[in-house]
């Protein structure tokens, strides 16, 4: 959704935007003092030079690895490199708007009670996107199916309306990202059809959605 939020942006407004998407957990290490470094290193120079050169769309996905709240941590796993690592994502989310004002940053997360107060603060909108209802969980396991079809013609049984519609009702609670997986195990579920997904049906949808990972 914030992808197609930043397509959007690009799309709408007169100038060329720039998209750059950041994986937080590339930022995180072990190692004392080298998330720190990591984090000033992103904020300080690399998205710097890519805002110096005109308008720019940044989207950080599962921010809470970035940006976890300090008041929940623990003393263990190196807090203080942790804290440190908050706090130089916090300075440079501050020296970026400052330095830049063609920058719009979009933060995701399915956790949002374990990120740190002090980036809600900084947020200008912060927007809670529900979990999809029935109608939406059935639009979105259609268009995973039918991409399934389109690449393995055989599998055109999980486009039958009857297996949408019980699917749609077996994965209530389940966002996007698991509906897809969900469609993507049930290709592998039996081995001829992991070796031949044209040969997945209906069946192994149902049959898969009904195993106890898939429950809420």
Request: aromatic fraction near 4%; proline fraction near 6%.
């Amino acid at each position: 959704m914030a992808r197609g939020l930043a397509d959007k942006i690009a799309r709408t407004l007169p100038d060329e935007w720039l998209f750059v998407e950041v994986d937080p957990h590339g930022l995180v290490s072990a190692a004392l003092g080298r998330s720190q470094r990591s984090v000033e290193n992103l904020f300080g120079t690399v998205l710097d030079e890519y805002a110096a050169s005109g308008p720019m769309v940044v989207l950080i996905d599962e921010v809470e690895t970035l940006v976890t709240d300090r008041s929940g941590l623990s003393l263990e796993a190196n807090p203080i490199d942790v804290h440190r690592a908050v706090d130089a994502a916090l300075v440079g989310l501050d020296r970026l708007a400052r330095r830049h004002q063609s920058v719009l940053v979009l933060a995701t997360s399915n956790f949002p009670e374990i990120i740190d107060p002090a980036l809600a603060s900084r947020a200008d909108r912060v927007i809670e996107v529900p979990l999809p209802s029935e109608a939406a969980r059935r639009e979105i396991l259609e268009a995973t199916a039918r991409a399934v079809a389109t690449a393995f013609p055989g599998a055109t049984s999980l486009l039958h309306p009857a297996v949408l519609d019980q699917a749609a009702r077996l994965t209530e609670g389940m966002d996007g990202r698991r509906l897809r997986k969900a469609v993507a195990a049930a290709c592998g579920r039996r081995g001829e059809c992991a070796a031949d997904p044209s040969l997945v049906t209906g069946d192994d949808l149902l049959a898969e959605l009904h195993e106890p990972r898939w429950a809420q």
